[in-house]
């Protein structure tokens, strides 16, 4: 395949197509949104490896928080059925044994179910850029499109609003010990975006103690932190 035909719209079914075109039609999510109001969707996805430019999308883990709350009945989770079949070494990377990728869907259908989940409104994750790089070029390989949500990211918006609780390099597990949450299991796209918003609860409810205005304020905090964050 020429490397042009890679930016070439993919040929789908017409419900799918259909799909798209409702979601391609959604408003752009408000970053003036007080955050009582705010909706946001909390993701992890495992992959085949670590460099989006050659590994895939395994498994996509959603959870839906809408204002105060912690939608589990919009909660998301679906398995990706791999191009080739991982290797023994692969399978340790993504932690996903080959017969249960053998129960993934093409990536097209979990991906259109994903973006009806979440629609345009933001995307947090716990070290988001990884996520962000890998969803962004699954749905344009797989969808055409260009996804445009904003995205925040969870390990530095921590210590953004409790600068004073640990290490901006602390890990999830951290966070979780530091507030004292029971995460029955961990490593799985589904058990880590439910971690990671349980995480995303309880820094809201302190960025609304310490008056924070919106969601783009919110933004600008993490920023701030990221920028005044010593190396390494």
């Keep these: ?15 799918i197509a259909a799909r798209l075109s409702r979601w391609a039609a959604l408003p ?15 993701i992890d996805l495992e992959t085949t490896g670590l460099a989006p430019a050659r590994d895939a999308v395994l498994s996509i883990g959603a959870v839906t928080l809408r204002g105060r709350t912690l939608s589990l009945g ?26 249960r990728q053998a129960l993934g869907i093409a990536p097209e259908s979990c991906l ?3 973006l009806e989940i979440s ?22 390989r797989s969808l055409g ?14 210590p953004a609003l409790f600068p ?12 979780a010990k530091h507030f004292e949450l029971h995460i029955p299991r961990r490593h799985t796209a589904d058990s880590d975006a439910l971690a990671t918003a349980e995480l995303t609860l ?17 933004l600008a905090r993490v920023r701030h932190t990221v920028h005044l964050a010593p190396p390494g």
């Design 119 to 140: 629609g345009k409104e933001p995307l947090l994750a716990f070290h988001a850029p990884f996520d962000r790089a890998f969803l962004t070029r699954a749905v344009r």
């Design 145 to 158: 499109v260009r996804l445009k949500n904003a995205f925040l990211d969870v390990a530095w918006l921590l």
């Design 112 to 114: 259109i179910d994903f």
């Design 202 to 218: 309880i820094a809201m409810s302190e960025a609304r103690r310490q008056r924070v205005p919106s969601f783009r304020a919110l």
């Design 1 to 15: 395949m020429g490397w042009w035909k890679r930016w070439l719209r993919p040929e789908l079914a017409p419900d």
């Design 74 to 99: 919009e909660s998301f989770h679906c398995y990706i059925a791999p191009e080739l079949q991982s290797s023994r070494e692969n399978v340790l990377v993504h932690g996903i044994a080959p017969s």
């Design 28 to 42: 752009p999510a408000d970053p003036n949104i007080p955050l009582d109001r705010l909706n946001c969707t909390v």
């Design 164 to 175: 004073t609780a640990l290490t901006p390099r602390a890990s999830l597990d951290d966070w």
